[in-house]
C-alpha cells in the first residue's frame, strides 16, 4: 500500500516528526544545543588533559564529571559575583532601605565545590546599629551559604539519614560538596553541651597490712607459685561530655564525645569541648549554646567555668535535664494522687504547660509547696525534697525558651555517652584497669564514636617516623 507523500508514521501515539521537526527548532532551541556541542568540545579537551589516551572508560568518566564540576562552579561564582558587583550603595528589601556598610571576602558552597566571592553587608538606614543584610544571599536564594541546589541536596539526605550518609552520597555522586562539619552546619540550629559522670572498676594495690576491701574465702590448696600483689577493685569516676550540633527540633545532627578518667582534670574536659564549640560558632555566630544536663552541683561548676572562659561565648542558655524533672514530678503525683488515671493527666497537662510557658515550672512548685499542709512523715519528706529540687533549680527549667532556639530538653546524647564511651568499652565482664590504660581506652574510644580516628591517626603516627639518611 502506498502512503501519501505528506503522510507522518505514528508511533505510540506520537508523531516522529524528524525533518520537520528539525525545520522549526526555535532559535534559543539553536543556540543551546550549539553551546553543548562546543561545551562537549571543550570537556573532551579538558579530561584528555587528565588522563592517557589509553585510559579505561570509567578513568574518563570521572575526569569528564571532575571537568565539569569545574566548569560549573567557575561560572556560579561569575554568576554570584556578577550579583554583587551589580548592588548600588543602597538597596530597598522588601520595603526597607539598606546602606553599603562593609565589604569583605565570602566562601559559599555548591554541589560543584566551594565559591569565593567578595560582597558587601548592608545596615538598615535610620536605625543606631540596626541589624545587617547581604543583598547578594537575598537576591540569590542562598540558603545558610548554601546553593539553592545544594540546600535542598542536603534536606533530602538528611530526611533519609544521618549527615555521614548524606555526605557519602554526594562523593558517590562525583559532586564536590563541602566537609561534612560544613554540610552540618547547614542544618544547624544550635549546639547543645554537657558532662556527666560513671564508674571504671580500677584495680588498686594494696598497702601492706591493710584489710581486704571484701572478704575472700580461705584456699584449701597451697599456692605453687609465687602470687602477685593482692588488689582490690574499686569503682572511681569518670567524666563524660558532649558537644552536639542539633536541628530546628533538637535533634543531634552530629555529636562529640569525651571522657577522661577521674584521676584528670574534669577542666581540661571541658577545655576540649569549648574548642568544639568555638569552632561551630566561627562557622555561624548565630547559633545559640545551650548546656542540658542533670542537676549535680559539681557538673554545673565544671561547664560554668569552661563557659566563662571561652573566647566566643557571651551567653548561654541552661537546662535540667527534662527526664530527671518528670521523674520526680511523677512521684510526687504518685504521694498526692491515687488515682493512676488523673496522675497520667496531669503530667500531660504539666508537660503540655511546660513546653509552652517558662513560668509554668513556677506554678508547679507552688502547687507542690501547698500539699506539703496536708502530708506528715516520710511523704512529707519526700515532698519537701522535691520541692527543694524545684525552687534550686526553676531558673534551669524554661523549656518553652529551649524549644524556642532549637535546643534539646533532654541529655539523652551525654547520658548516652556514658554508655557508648565508658560503659561498654570499659566496664566489660571482668575488667579492671589501670590509670594510664584507662586513659588511652576511654580517649580512643571517644576519639573513634565521634568519627575522629582517620583524622586523628596521621597526627599521631607522625611522632613514630622519621627521615632517616645515611650520614656523611
Known amino acids: 500500500m502506498e502512503l501519501p507523500h505528506n503522510h507522518v508514521p505514528m508511533r505510540g501515539g506520537t508523531h516522529m516528526l524528524g525533518i520537520v521537526q528539525q525545520a522549526t527548532i526555535p532559535d534559543n532551541e539553536k543556540v543551546y544545543r550549539r553551546a553543548i ?35 560549573c562552579r567557575l561560572e556560579l561564582e561569575a554568576a554570584l559575583q556578577q550579583t554583587a558587583d551589580a548592588h548600588p550603595d543602597r538597596v530597598q528589601i522588601d520595603g526597607t532601605v539598606y546602606a553599603r556598610h562593609e565589604g569583605g571576602a565570602a566562601e559559599y558552597h555548591s554541589l560543584c565545590g566551594a565559591l569565593h566571592v ?24 542562598l540558603i545558610e551559604g548554601a546553593t539553592p541546589a545544594l540546600a535542598y541536596r542536603v534536606a533530602l539526605g538528611y530526611a533519609q539519614g544521618p549527615g555521614r550518609r548524606a555526605a557519602e ?49 580461705p584456699r584449701t590448696t597451697p599456692y605453687v607459685r609465687t602470687p602477685p600483689p593482692r588488689v582490690d577493685v574499686k569503682y572511681r569516676m569518670a567524666y563524660v561530655g558532649t558537644v552536639s550540633i542539633v536541628d530546628a527540633v533538637g535533634e543531634a545532627l ?42 549535680a552541683p559539681e557538673l554545673w561548676t565544671i561547664i560554668r567555668g569552661g563557659l566563662q572562659t571561652a573566647v566566643s561565648i557571651r551567653r548561654w542558655h541552661e537546662g535540667i535535664d527534662r527526664y530527671h524533672l518528670n521523674e520526680r ?25 511546660l513546653d ?11 502547687w507542690v509547696a501547698q500539699q506539703l499542709t496536708e ?57 579492671r584497669w589501670h590509670e594510664d590504660g584507662v586513659t588511652a581506652a576511654l580517649t580512643l574510644r571517644a576519639v573513634y564514636l565521634s568519627e575522629r580516628l582517620p583524622t586523628l591517626w596521621p597526627h599521631f603516627a607522625a611522632d613514630y617516623s622519621a627521615d632517616v639518611q645515611a650520614a656523611a
Not at 587528565?50 to 571532575?66: I, P
Not at 510526687?332 to 491515687?338: D, K, N, S
Not at 509552652?356 to 507552688?366: E, S
Request: proline content about 6%.
Open 37 to 71: 556541542e562546543e561545551a562537549q568540545i571543550a570537556l573532551r579537551r579538558a579530561a584528555a588533559a587528565r588522563v592517557d589516551r589509553d585510559a579505561s572508560f570509567g578513568d574518563r568518566e570521572v575526569a569528564l564529571l571532575a571537568a565539569a564540576n569545574d566548569s
Open 118 to 141: 567578595r560582597r558587601a553587608t548592608y545596615r538598615r538606614t535610620g536605625e543606631r546599629n540596626g541589624p545587617t543584610v547581604v543583598p547578594l544571599e537575598l537576591a540569590t536564594g
Open 169 to 217: 552520597q554526594l562523593q558517590a555522586d562525583h559532586r564536590r560538596p563541602p566537609s561534612r562539619s560544613t554540610l552540618e552546619r547547614l542544618g544547624a540550629r544550635a549546639v547543645s553541651v554537657g558532662v556527666d559522670r560513671t564508674t571504671v572498676p580500677m584495680e588498686e594495690v594494696r598497702p601492706p597490712g591493710a584489710p581486704p576491701a571484701t572478704r575472700r574465702q
Open 254 to 295: 552530629v555529636t562529640r564525645r569525651y571522657a577522661i578518667s577521674g584521676a584528670e582534670d574534669p577542666a581540661a574536659l571541658v577545655d576540649r569541648m569549648m574548642a568544639d564549640v568555638g569552632r561551630a560558632r566561627a562557622q555561624n555566630p548565630r547559633l545559640p549554646v545551650g548546656v542540658i544536663q542533670d542537676a
Open 329 to 353: 514530678l511523677a512521684e510526687v503525683l504518685r504521694i498526692t494522687e491515687p488515682d493512676e488515671a488523673r496522675r497520667h493527666q496531669q503530667i500531660a497537662r504539666w508537660n503540655h504547660a
Open 356 to 366: 509552652a510557658d517558662d513560668a509554668a515550672i513556677d506554678r508547679i512548685a507552688r
Open 375 to 431: 502530708h506528715q512523715g516520710e511523704a512529707l519528706s519526700i515532698l519537701e525534697a522535691h520541692w527543694t529540687y524545684l525552687v534550686n533549680n526553676h531558673d534551669r527549667m524554661r523549656y518553652a525558651t529551649l524549644r524556642r532556639v532549637g535546643l534539646p530538653c533532654g541529655s539523652g546524647a551525654t547520658e548516652g555517652a556514658c554508655k557508648s564511651v565508658v560503659m561498654i568499652r570499659a566496664k566489660g565482664c571482668g575488667q
